[in-house]
């Protein structure tokens, strides 16, 4: 009951939702992921324990049960769904069955007043007592530890599941934002069409990302990934060279660089030469993919720097906002 009622920040990503308690830091990190059992369409798991008891991803079919991902670019895609998982994770945070939070959260950067209201009646569904909104990319600068409030300009790019958010910032506000879809899990997409044009190997996304993340961990040597055969339908697996695993982000990174490109044709000229001087700063988990980083520098002509924790940026930004609810305030009067 000591916790009954404290302040939390939770950012509703589309792989992963985090929570913040005030005083305590990130208390959870779990997937976005709702298990269904395929007979009965009864929810019978969220988070970890949805994936632990899947036997497909993302919506493949399994023995048993179905995974459905409801959030999407911060928004809940099914709002039913999204309900439930966010009072199961309040919950489980506060172990509790009424807790009753008062709840700091991400609003997308451009977002429409229909948009707005979803986010909020996901919260106050879930049993929160109290939403207080920031925008996406303010969080993640302040997760970042970039000094939103003074006057240079700063870009954050954000690297998600489903897409990627470029923002620019100045004063504490949001001057230019852009949008493209495409993030962590184009890359993931990419790697399983390279297995199936050039192997004939239908590789589900569960093993594509397993790839992915081996090669990132391995920069030499080869990687081995299973699916079946497009012709036969039977079980195999390829060896597939690490540094072509890695090939296969190339295009994802371009619409990235695209992206940033025309965010920074919307800005005034003076915020244009601060970032060619500040360059950006990555967060997001797809900011974990080595030789990222370089192929921006090298597609944009200017520094870029991945935050210390990218994954958890968001988290900490909106964690920093809960430990200072008056910093809300002074980012909306600027």
Same mark, same amino acid.
């Not at 950012?11 to 976005?32: H, N």
């Not at 700063?154 to 004063?171: F, N, P, Q």
């Not at 001087?277 to 192929?295: D, Q």
């Given at each position: 009951m000591?916790?009954?009622?404290?302040?939390l920040?939770i950012?509703?990503?589309?792989?992963?939702?985090?929570?913040?308690?005030?005083?305590?830091g990130i208390?959870?990190?779990?997937?976005?992921?709702?298990?269904?059992? *395929?007979?009965t369409? *009864?929810?019978?798991?969220?988070?970890?324990?949805?994936?632990?008891? =899947?036997?497909?991803?993302?919506?493949?079919?399994?023995?048993?049960?179905?995974?459905?991902?409801?959030?999407?670019?911060?928004?809940?895609?099914d709002?039913?769904?999204?309900r439930?998982?966010?009072?199961?994770?309040?919950?489980?945070v506060?172990?509790?069955?009424?807790p009753?939070?008062?709840?700091?959260?991400?609003?997308?950067?451009?977002?429409?007043?229909?948009?707005?209201?979803?986010?909020?009646?996901?919260?106050?569904?879930?049993?929160?007592?109290?939403?207080?909104?920031?925008?996406?990319?303010?969080?993640?600068?302040?997760?970042?530890g970039?000094?939103?409030?003074?006057?240079?300009?700063?870009?954050?790019?954000?690297?998600g599941?489903?897409?990627?958010?470029?923002?620019?910032?100045?004063?504490?506000?949001?001057?230019? @934002?852009?949008?493209?879809?495409?993030?962590?899990n184009a890359?993931t997409?990419?790697?399983?069409r390279?297995?199936?044009?050039?192997?004939g190997?239908?590789?589900?996304?569960?093993?594509?990302?397993?790839?992915?993340?081996?090669?990132?961990r391995?920069?030499?040597?080869?990687?081995?990934?299973?699916g079946?055969?497009?012709?036969?339908?039977?079980?195999?697996? /390829?060896?597939?060279?690490?540094?072509?695993?890695?090939?296969a982000?190339?295009?994802?990174?371009?619409?990235?660089?695209?992206?940033a490109?025309?965010?920074?044709?919307?800005?005034?000229?003076?915020?244009? =030469?601060?970032?060619?001087?500040?360059g950006?700063?990555?967060?997001?988990?797809? @900011?974990?993919?080595?030789?990222?980083?370089?192929?921006?520098?090298?597609?944009?002509?200017?520094? /870029?720097?991945?935050?210390?924790?990218?994954?958890?940026?968001?988290?900490?930004?909106?964690?920093?906002?809960?430990?200072?609810?008056?910093?809300?305030?002074?980012?909306? *009067?600027r």
């Amino acid at each position: 009951m000591s916790l009954l009622g404290r302040d939390l920040a939770i950012d509703l990503g589309a792989a992963g939702t985090r929570i913040y308690a005030k005083g305590r830091g990130i208390v959870l990190d779990e997937p976005s992921v709702v298990l269904r059992d *395929r007979q009965t369409g *009864r929810v019978v798991g969220f988070g970890a324990e949805a994936l632990d008891g =899947a036997d497909g991803a993302d919506g493949a079919d399994g023995a048993d049960g179905e995974t459905y991902w409801p959030i999407s670019d911060g928004l809940p895609q099914d709002g039913e769904l999204a309900r439930r998982m966010i009072r199961h994770f309040l919950r489980k945070v506060h172990r509790h069955p009424f807790p009753r939070p008062r709840l700091v959260m991400a609003v997308p950067d451009e977002f429409t007043p229909i948009e707005r209201v979803a986010l909020r009646d996901a919260g106050f569904e879930a049993e929160a007592r109290g939403i207080l909104l920031v925008k996406h990319a303010i969080a993640a600068a302040l997760g970042a530890g970039l000094p939103v409030r003074d006057g240079a300009g700063h870009m954050v790019v954000d690297i998600g599941r489903d897409a990627t958010r470029v923002a620019v910032l100045s004063c504490g506000a949001v001057v230019a @934002a852009g949008t493209v879809r495409g993030g962590g899990n184009a890359v993931t997409r990419a790697v399983a069409r390279l297995v199936e044009d050039e192997h004939g190997l239908l590789a589900d996304e569960r093993e594509a990302e397993s790839a992915k993340l081996r090669a990132t961990r391995e920069p030499t040597g080869n990687v081995l990934i299973r699916g079946r055969d497009a012709g036969t339908g039977e079980e195999r697996a /390829v060896a597939l060279p690490a540094a072509r695993v890695r090939e296969a982000a190339v295009q994802p990174v371009e619409h990235i660089v695209r992206a940033a490109e025309y965010t920074m044709e919307r800005c005034p000229p003076e915020l244009t =030469a601060d970032l060619g001087e500040r360059g950006m700063v990555l967060v997001g988990g797809g @900011a974990l993919l080595p030789g990222l980083r370089r192929r921006l520098q090298e597609g944009l002509s200017m520094p /870029v720097r991945r935050a210390e924790r990218p994954s958890d940026s968001v988290a900490l930004g909106l964690g920093r906002c809960v430990e200072d609810l008056g910093l809300i305030a002074k980012l909306r *009067r600027r």
